[in-house]
């Protein structure tokens, strides 16, 4: 019988006080990652710091394993999680750092020529961008711009009769005096781009503004810094250049797509900013006139009582000033306060008429083209809302060759404007064979059959048609024959 060699019968049995805990832990796991119970080793586990003192650090370093998570989870020391073989960890670094050496070398052949394509589809995707931006801008001016136009009457009732032809087109004309839609305002015709919904551009030198809080809280829609504002706005007291920057705020923060309730615009008229503002149309710094009117235009529209307060305050003729003097940017937005004041009471009526603003317009409309058609159209308004129940204003109409001009409006102008020529005619012609016989001497006949044509939009086809009745009701057998 040979000598007698002790074998362990069970894993406890080869474990004993001279094995290192690490192969311990592993025999007791069968070869799984070793869980460590520290507190064995006279770690206290319970404490969040145990990994990062002196002693946590030593152990786990002395037992060849390595620390992957945050050594203040209790946990780790419970169950040995967090904690991996340094050796098994280095071996699985090794192997991600040759996989992704060889990914690299792999891809950059086939990156050097995808280089130029890829840069030129950048490219393209940015000018696409770059439309879209454009397009959804203009969508918003379009948008705008639709204000300005009221709506029309249903293209059914076209041919209903005289009275519905009459009460449709007055809706359309008297909602500027506060109705419902009414109205202009200088956010749809701004300086060189009358569908815009941006404010005219001030000087670059505001800039440098010693009150920019001021124009900071303006621009922020900031309502208590009103008459601070107003205060600003005082002649002489501050550089023209300031003065200016702080009326284009105020224009801003009252046209109808900021404000469309019209809250804005009852607070800066009681801040006492229509004094100033009206005053500054005198002044001989173009911007000052610019940046005034487009502010009168947005606080005279759908608001009866700041259009009388432009007129009280003597703003008709400094209006009619720059209108005849002014710059063009600043004349396309003289032209919308005119045209919301015409269509406010009597006295603002009169006062637009006695300003000498008939003959003014009539002379603009025969260079329609150098203008954009919303100007053209509000052009037309203006005429119109002076014409309607006064024959003293169809008279100087008809005598300064409006007729004319209006026909050659509706022939060759473009849709809005093509409207309103045709609004206008049918007012000036109501009840007066006489203008009747001058319109059709004018060229409104061949002029009607293309605006009542298929291929004409709906609403100026519906226009047509009442000034075509009109023609035919008012008018003597000549006109009728020549119609018909």
């Known amino acids: ?35 460590l119970d520290l507190g064995k080793l006279g770690v206290d586990a319970s404490r969040p710091d145990w990994g990062s003192n002196a002693l946590g650090n030593a152990l786990v370093e002395s037992l060849g394993f390595m620390r992957v998570t945050k050594p203040d989870t209790p946990a780790w020391a419970l169950d040995g999680e967090g904690l991996v073989p340094k050796a098994k960890e280095k071996k699985k670094k090794e192997k991600k750092k040759k996989k992704d050496k060889k990914a690299k070398s792999s891809s950059s052949s086939s990156s050097n020529n995808s280089s130029a394509s ?40 076209a041919l209903m009769g005289a009275d519905k032809d009459e009460a449709a087109s007055k809706r359309r004309k008297e909602e500027d005096a506060g109705g419902p ?77 900021v404000d469309p309730t019209g809250i804005n615009r009852v607070a800066v008229a009681r801040a006492g900013a229509i004094p100033p503002l009206v ?63 015409s269509g406010g009471s009597v006295s603002c009526k009169a006062a637009v008429e006695a300003a000498g603003t008939i003959s003014m317009v009539v002379g603009m409309l025969t260079k329609a083209g150098s203008y954009q058609p919303l100007v053209q159209a509000n052009l037309a308004v203006i005429l119109y809302n002076l014409c309607k129940d006064s024959p003293d204003c169809k008279l100087q109409v008809a005598r300064g060759g409006a007729l004319q001009v209006l026909v050659s409006l509706l022939g060759s102008g473009v849709a809005p404007a093509q409207q309103e020529a045709a609004d206008t005619l049918r007012i000036v012609v109501t009840g007066s064979a006489d203008y009747c016989a001058a319109a059709v001497s004018s060229g409104v006949v061949p002029v009607l059959g293309v605006a009542m044509g298929p291929t004409a939009p709906p609403k100026l086809r519906q226009q047509a048609g009442f000034l075509k009745k009109e023609l035919i009701r008012s008018g003597g057998p000549d006109v009728q024959k020549a119609l018909k």
């Open 1 to 35: 019988m040979g000598d007698y060699a002790w074998k362990p019968r069970t894993v406890e049995d080869s474990v004993d006080a001279g094995v290192h805990p690490a192969v311990a832990a592993m025999r007791l796991n069968g070869g799984e990652k070793p869980r």
């Open 118 to 157: 890829s840069s030129s589809e950048s490219k393209s995707k940015a000018k696409k961008a770059k439309k879209s931006k454009k397009e959804a801008k203009e969508g918003k001016r379009k948008e705008a711009g639709s204000d300005a136009e009221t709506p029309a009457a249903p293209a059914a009732s």
């Open 181 to 257: 839609g009414a109205g202009t305002e200088a956010g749809e015709a701004p300086p060189q781009a009358a569908v815009s919904s941006e404010a005219p551009a001030a000087s670059a030198s505001a800039d440098s503004s010693p009150f920019p809080p001021v124009l900071e809280a303006l621009e922020c829609r900031d309502l208590t810094v009103l008459d601070e504002a107003v205060t600003l706005l005082a002649p002489g007291a501050h550089p023209d250049q300031q003065r200016a920057a702080i009326a284009g705020a105020l224009g801003s923060l009252v046209k109808a797509s």
């Open 279 to 341: 005053q500054m149309l005198r002044s001989q710094f173009s911007e000052c006139q610019l940046q005034a009117a487009w502010a009168l235009h947005n606080l005279t529209s759908k608001n009866a009582d700041n259009k009388e307060a432009v007129v009280r305050e003597g703003g008709v003729m400094p209006l009619v000033a720059v209108l005849r003097s002014g710059t063009p940017e600043a004349k396309s937005q003289v032209v919308g306060v005119l045209r919301n004041l």
